[in-house]
């Protein structure tokens, strides 16, 4: 009889401790498919300039970080404090990929917190970002000077996984760049 006046709340229980114990557990990083692989084929307009195109081409030559983030996305504007006041190394070059979003918000978005991309690349569809895998925004990528995707970053970066994770895979892509 008590067993029938009491299990919601023995289920409410029960619930709270697999939360618990799910919150508890330590995070991984997400793996990603495409390290070690070329950026995805992609032909996409520069935000601020629709009419001048863009493909995968576009990330070679150099150490590129991919940044995709969006002018609705509260973390990105966390994470976006980051990219205007810690600089890259000198020939790293840092390009946005502005996430299923229009470009109004996005340029006022830029306008209002800073622009510290070299060019921003509009996915409005969202198609390079899956073919990313993207999970949702931000996330940021390292890609070599051939194009291959060496590094992924799921979720806002902050000073410690700035420095502990994104500027050392920065580093390793540089030194590997110097090595070849």
């Known amino acids: ?9 023995l289920l409410l229980g029960a619930l709270v401790l697999l939360l618990a114990i799910g919150l508890g ?10 390290v070690g692989k070329a950026m995805p084929a992609f032909n996409l307009p520069s935000l601020k300039n629709q009419n001048q ?8 030559g150099q150490v ?15 994470e976006h404090k980051i990219f205007v006041e810690q600089p890259l190394p000198e020939n790293v070059a ?3 990929l502005n996430y299923k979003d229009q470009s109004g918000p996005a340029l006022r978005w ?14 409005e569809q969202g198609r390079l970002g899956l073919d990313l895998g993207v999970y949702g925004v931000p996330e940021t990528f390292v890609i070599n000077e051939r194009g291959i995707i060496t590094h992924r970053h799921v979720g ?7 420095t502990q994770d994104l500027l050392p895979a920065v580093r390793r892509a540089l030194a590997q760049q110097q090595a070849d």
Not at 64 to 78: D, G, I, P, R, T
Not at 156 to 162: H, P, V
């Open 1 to 9: 009889m008590w067993l029938k006046r009491f299990w919601p709340l």
């Open 25 to 34: 557990r330590e995070q991984k990083p997400l793996s990603s498919a495409l």
């Open 53 to 60: 195109r863009y493909d995968q081409s576009l990330f070679r």
């Open 64 to 78: 590129f970080v991919l940044n995709v983030w969006a002018s609705w996305c509260e973390a990105c504007q966390y």
């Open 94 to 96: 840092l390009v946005g």
């Open 110 to 123: 830029l306008r209002d917190w800073g622009d510290p991309y070299r060019l921003s690349l509009q996915d």
């Open 156 to 162: 806002a970066l902050d000073e410690e996984s700035w």
